[in-house]
């Protein structure tokens, strides 16, 4: 089911063009064809929408959490509600097969309930007075508008993660979602105000990065940003905010490890990192894009993993039997297909996969398949950038310890996995590996709501979910009360003469 709402921006309580009348067109990756036309909006529609957050910023922070938080539970319960309609928005807007996207809408509906429970939970401290008849608390107080920028692989849950917190902890929001996932993005927004959000408290500017993005980071309106992207794309707005002392949370890219140590169950080790490669195709900030793996196992374990690789199901999303589904734009597909070339010249081995399709369902759409390097070094292209498409290599070390080093050698340092039965290894790896998160006989994929998400290196600093997001997106201030009403010993003498 497509949206049937003409796709608009949120700006003030109000669904509005761009105020230029400028609009693009939302791609199906599927088919390649035009299925929506989205605002194109410019520095004026940010101004507006700041002005608008700025607005709603008094009386919305001035609303009790619970009650804050028991618009964001309506919201997380209305997506809920509506989870199929929204996953199949997910599916025609970004391209990932229909059983994924019920799990990502499902876990935007996680993080809702899960945030608008911790408004009751808004703990702070008090601190034991150095001096008698003296109070000493911290209160927590909503850092202000903040403007959360997302990416368009995970639209719906990472869109989510950002705007939960945010307005529960008494923010308001500009929100400036991918131009490729504008579509599913403001299905978001409707659920909020479904939910029956004040006006201006949440707004949604749609278009690129170069004129909204740009417009909203150096709207000097924005007192935080929360942005999920690429690392240069990061590097850019950490920049701009630094001088602002702006705070800032940044999850950027990731070029993430497994490790397969030869005591490992091969069979099923083969399976997760599968899902953990080839997910969302491969369109994963924590994909395992390079797969580690002892020597006395390796030829095993790559034949295993190249033989399920080149048996996934690769279709439209729409498909209930399809595992991979295209990637996001004809560009991103050219970018895969150049990595591929570059492997192949830098003398990695195809084990799978390793092009595109030319049947008739899939030479429309963006589609690359999966692809297995073997024989792959470290140093080569295909280990060292994000390519963000269906593309994973194999690489072989002789013992642990040269896996961990291999694993660190990298800029990145987001998600990291081990498959093992030794308990040596398994701490060897948690103390070892740099990098944000370490699954332990998982793939690198699969965040839980209640722990911390994100990385280390140019995979970004600050971590979204948890009870960390309490501590960003609240400014803490310090009271101290004296009620002795009296003189302290330090205070000036009373007036001379
Ligand atoms: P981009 O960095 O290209 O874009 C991310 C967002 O930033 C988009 O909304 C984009 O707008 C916007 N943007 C681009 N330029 C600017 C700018 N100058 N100022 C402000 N905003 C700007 O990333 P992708 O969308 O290509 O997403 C893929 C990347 O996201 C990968 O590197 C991936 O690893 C990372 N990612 C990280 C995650 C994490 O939690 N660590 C999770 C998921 C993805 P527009 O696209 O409309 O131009």
């Known amino acids: ?191 909020f105000e479904k939910a029956g959000l004040p006006k201006g408290v949440l707004n949604m500017v749609t278009g690129g990065g170069g004129e909204v993005g740009e417009a909203l980071i150096k709207n000097g309106g924005i007192n935080m940003t929360v942005f999920t992207g690429e690392s240069a794309t990061g590097r850019h707005i950490a920049e701009v905010n630094a001088p602002l002392f702006r705070r800032q949370v940044m999850e950027l890219g990731g070029k993430n490890a497994l490790i397969v140590a030869k005591d490992a169950e091969l069979e099923v080790a083969a399976r997760a990192a599968l899902y953990a490669a080839f997910s969302s195709a491969g369109q994963k900030c924590t994909a395992a894009s390079r797969i580690i793996v002892e020597e006395q196992v390796a030829d095993k374990f790559s034949r295993l993993f190249a033989e399920q690789a080149s048996k996934l199901v690769v279709g439209s999303g729409l498909r209930e039997d399809v595992d991979v589904g295209p990637v996001i734009s004809r560009s991103q597909q050219e970018n895969a297909l150049d990595y591929i070339k570059a492997g192949e010249s830098e003398g990695a081995v195809v084990l799978a996969g390793g092009g595109t399709y030319e049947d008739e369902e899939r030479r429309k759409g963006f589609f690359v398949k999966p692809t297995v390097f073997g024989s792959a070094r470290n140093d080569m292209k295909i280990a060292r950038d994000e390519i963000f498409a269906p593309v994973t290599a194999i690489m072989t070390v002789s013992d642990i310890d040269e896996a961990i080093e291999v694993a660190n050698d990298t800029r990145y340092g987001l998600s990291s996995a081990i498959y093992t039965k030794d308990i040596k290894n398994v701490f060897k790896a948690i103390d070892g590996i740099d990098a944000g998160m370490t699954f332990v006989n998982q793939g690198t994929v699969g965040p839980e709501v209640g722990a911390p998400f994100g990385g280390a290196k140019d995979s970004g600093f600050g971590r979204e979910l948890g009870e960390e997001a309490l501590e960003h997106f609240t400014e803490k201030k310090t009271v101290f009360i004296d009620y002795s009403y009296g003189d302290r010993p330090w205070y000036f003498g009373l007036p001379r003469g």
């Open 1 to 191: 089911m497509e949206s049937k709402i003409p796709m608009k921006m949120y700006i003030d309580g109000q669904w509005v063009g761009s105020s230029s009348g400028r609009e693009f067109a939302a791609i199906d990756p599927a088919t390649g064809e035009e299925f929506e036309r989205v605002p194109k909006g410019n520095e004026e529609d940010v101004k507006a929408a700041v002005d608008a957050a700025i607005a709603a910023q008094r009386s919305w922070r001035n609303i009790p959490a619970s009650q804050r938080g028991d618009y964001v539970l309506r919201a997380g319960l209305l997506v809920r509600e509506q989870l199929e309609a929204i996953a199949r928005i997910d599916v025609k807007n970004v391209g990932k097969p229909i059983r994924e996207a019920r799990r990502e809408v499902g876990a935007a509906a996680t993080a809702a309930i899960y945030f608008s429970g911790m408004a009751r939970r808004m703990y702070s401290n008090v601190v034991d007075s150095e001096q008698p008849e003296k109070f000493t608390m911290v209160v927590r107080r909503p850092v202000g508008v903040v403007g959360v920028i997302t990416p368009w692989n995970d639209p719906a849950s990472l869109g989510m993660w950002g705007l939960a917190p945010a307005l529960m902890t008494g923010n308001t929001v500009v929100f400036k979602p991918s131009s490729n996932s504008a579509v599913i993005s403001a299905e978001l927004v409707r659920v």
